[in-house]
């Protein structure tokens, strides 16, 4: 089967761009044909390949250029969110300012707004505002993970860890040969 430059079959190729989309490794084994019966085994296995895992982390890479997105920009955003102050949008009295005089931050974290007018047997209208705060940080941290600025795991070796691995590795091997 040809491969790539990356050395990659066409379907590898194809998984990877897939598991770029998602990260998620049995629907990207699935979108790039794998059998949905053994996506989940296909999915774990393709991304173990030392080929695979470096184009993965080179299309990662890729996108955070192209986008101009750095780790410090994601933090950044997720500081202003976990920092957002609901009096910067009120005034002494409680009374909502203008969306137009609220900081940006809380513009762009605003998933939705309702005002509803309460009429009483006066005729006095109450108006009762309300506003919801987007799970932005879940989104923005989503798109670290995407790009590979976050991670859930830090793999470290040590020169002596990859002499033993080595070792335990050819004393498997001779226990195989020994066995047939």
Known sequence: MPKDARGLTPRQARFVGEYLLDLNATQAAIRAGYSPKTANEQGARLL???????????????????????????????????????????????????????????????????????????????????????????????VGRLLGLFTDKLEISTPAENERVKALEAALAGEKAEAT
């Open 48 to 142: 173990a390949k030392v080929s695979i895992g470096a184009a993965v982390a080179e299309g990662q890479t890729e996108t955070a250029e192209r986008l101009q997105i750095t780790r410090d920009d994601l933090i950044r955003r997720l500081m202003e969110i976990a920092n957002l102050d609901v009096s910067s949008i009120v005034n002494e009295h409680g009374n909502m300012l203008p969306v137009s005089e609220w900081p940006e931050a809380v513009r762009r974290s605003i998933a939705g707004m309702e005002t509803v007018e309460l009429p009483n047997a006066d005729g006095v209208v109450a108006v009762v505002r309300k506003i919801r705060l987007e799970a932005r940080g879940q989104q923005i941290e989503r």
